[in-house]
């Protein structure tokens, strides 16, 4: 008796639909760019319980006639290539023919649609893949998809749905980067009846840019306008001051489709090069465009990935463009001061110098060594270590603090060690209930994406047993009162924006024990000495000295090790005077 044998059609068209409908957001995607296709110019999105209960997308796009509306139900059904040679000059967003099929196997869906007010339009209801009822109806020129209990027929699938709050979040993100893709369109979204997204149709695509990457990066917008051949880019991208510590902010189109590519990605960092170090990203939004035959979008089954037909041209260019906007950026901000007769003495003609507007100042000296430096003659040096006795011998590229030990050398990252030190003290502020906040004299304005904001909400009153003092200032912004005063001179927008950026993408806005722990790493890493910044030997022990207080001195927040050691007998036989 033979072991194989044909799924069930149900079966197959299950997982089928477990390759493009991941989640909710994955609906919401799909019925977009259906509408898209369809050239329409309003949608609006209705969803209740994250998307879980209720997904309702209505257009006015072009509608379908009864026999297709039937027809767009059978997998592989569409009106977007017909030949061989069509799969390879793709034009649309959609092509395959499984969007509506894979969602009605796994819901309660109905679609209504018509491409003729003057006559009926086509109802049908379908559960679980299978046409229910199929009924004449007034409707106007468009298509209305009602999407309801999602996976109720997948039990395993929808266990493993997330939260309300997570799910929505999920559908906002995509609804913004379908959104920021097709400026001239109103998108409306509402959520339990409440509205939550609001795109007006615009003619400037950068006031659609600034609606998604939030109000306060208006003036630092630098624009990329590129024309290769066949190639071209518009776009674009903030100062490397804008840098996150996620991809969040990084949006790339290729023909108007949103897609995580990894070439257009290293291209885009190649170009930020030596102004970023690794780890952060900058915010940008580049839009590419190409001739439908050199790009596959064939590639994978949510259409999310590209393949170019010449990917170094693709690569070079990019980067090329991108480090020449931000060279010319800077260049800008250097200005000319010319000195004066009286200043310059008996020179004769004036003499040009340079300034630059945006030069590098040292820290607070009040944040970055909280102790009085009169108290280190009371204070001996690693008194408690180990590695007794230890001497500052100086400091390496003003970023590791050099140390002789009884063992041999000692090399301490001055801004890991500093986050550590920072970090414990503030958990030990909130278990002690210690105050210690310094209030703004100007509270600053943030505003955030929909999925950062809800993570805020949850985190404004834990995080004020840290002195980080919040309030909502309508919908998605915020206003900040006061900050540690451990954290004096820090940028709080860009604390918060990290904070809230990073716990959205790693998930740790679901516990928040995890989010506030998260939240202190990154306030340690805010208020840190950095890299590259001298000090003196008092300093640096007093450093040293704060550190050893620690509970966990080895360790920085994130992992990283504080300090390495070289035995005095490794160095000797690096220099062959051992063997």
């Known amino acids: 008796m033979s072991n194989i044998k044909i799924l069930p059609e149900i079966l197959s068209n299950k997982i089928a639909a477990g ?31 994250g998307g879980k209960s209720l997904i309702r997308v209505s257009d006015d796009g072009a509608g379908m006639e009864h026999d297709d509306a039937l027809l767009s139900l059978e997998r592989y059904a569409t009106s977007k290539i017909f030949l061989d040679k069509d799969l390879f000059s793709i034009r649309t967003l959609g092509f395959r023919g499984e969007a509506l099929p894979s969602i009605a196997a796994v819901s309660r869906m109905i679609l209504s649609t018509n491409d003729d007010p003057n006559r009926p339009g086509t109802e049908i209801l379908v559960e679980g893949g299978k046409i229910k009822q199929v009924n004449l109806t007034g409707a106007p020129r468009g298509t209305m998809v009602t999407v309801k209990d999602l ?21 906002v993100d995509t609804l913004d980067r379908i959104a920021l893709g097709r400026p001239g369109i109103v998108f409306d979204l509402t959520a339990d009846n409440r509205s939550v997204k609001r795109y007006s149709a615009t003619d400037q695509p950068s006031l659609r840019a600034v609606d998604i990457l939030g109000k306060t990066v208006t003036d630092k917008m630098l624009e990329i306008r590129l024309k290769n051949g066949d190639l071209s880019v518009r776009g674009w991208i903030l100062s490397p001051d ?68 010449k990917q170094r041209d693709v690569h070079d260019a990019i980067s090329a463009e991108v480090s020449r906007v931000l060279e010319r950026s800077r260049r800008f901000r250097w200005t000319p001061v010319r000195k004066t007769e009286s200043e310059i ?27 009085d430096l009169n108290s280190m003659e009371q204070r001996p040096l690693w008194k408690s270590h180990p590695l007794e006795p230890l001497r500052v011998i ?152 704060d550190l050893m207080e620690c509970v966990n001195p080895a360790h920085c927040p994130h992992g990283r090790p504080v300090f390495i050691e070289w035995n005095i007998l490794s160095l000797e036989k690096a220099f062959q005077r051992k063997i």
């Open 19 to 49: 390759e493009v409908i991941e989640r909710p957001a994955s609906v919401v995607k799909e019925l977009l760019e259906n509408a898209l296709d369809a050239e329409s110019s309003r949608l609006l999105i209705e969803v209740k319980n």
């Open 151 to 171: 996976f109720f027929n997948v039990p395993a699938r929808r266990k493993y749905m997330k939260g309300d709050r997570t799910e929505m979040g999920h559908i």
């Open 242 to 309: 804008e840098a996150r510590s996620t991809t969040r902010g990084i949006y790339i189109y290729v023909n108007d489709r949103f897609v995580r590519d990894r070439v257009v990605l290293h291209a885009l960092l190649e170009g930020y090069k030596g102004a970023l170090v690794k780890g952060v990203f900058p915010l940008a939004i580049l839009m590419i465009h190409l001739p439908p035959d050199q790009v596959d979008v064939n590639v994978h089954p949510t259409k999310n990935e590209v393949r170019f037909l």
């Open 345 to 371: 003495g008996s020179v004769a003609e004036p003499v040009s110098t340079f300034i630059r507007e945006e030069k590098y100042d040292p820290l607070p000296e009040d944040r970055v060594l909280p102790h």
């Open 394 to 545: 100086g400091q390496l590229r003003n970023t590791y603090i050099l140390c002789e030990t009884k063992e041999g050398l000692l090399l301490i990252d001055q801004h890991a060690a500093h986050e550590r030190i920072i970090y414990e003290r503030m958990k030990k502020m909130e278990e002690s209930g210690e105050k210690s906040g310094q209030r703004l004299l100007i509270p600053e304005t943030i505003d955030l994406g929909y999925r950062e904001a809800r993570v805020l909400e949850r985190l404004i009153s834990p995080l004020s047993g840290f002195q980080l003092e919040i309030e909502p200032f309508g919908e998605n912004t915020f206003v900040i009162k006061t900050v540690p005063s451990i954290l004096t001179g820090v940028n709080p927008v860009h604390l918060i924006s990290e904070m809230t950026g990073k716990a959205a993408e790693t998930g740790f806005a679901d516990t928040v024990e995890a989010a506030i722990d998260h939240c202190l790493s990154v306030m340690a890493c805010h208020g840190a000495i950095r890299a590259h910044q001298m000090l003196s030997p008092e300093q640096m022990e007093v450093l040293i000295n």
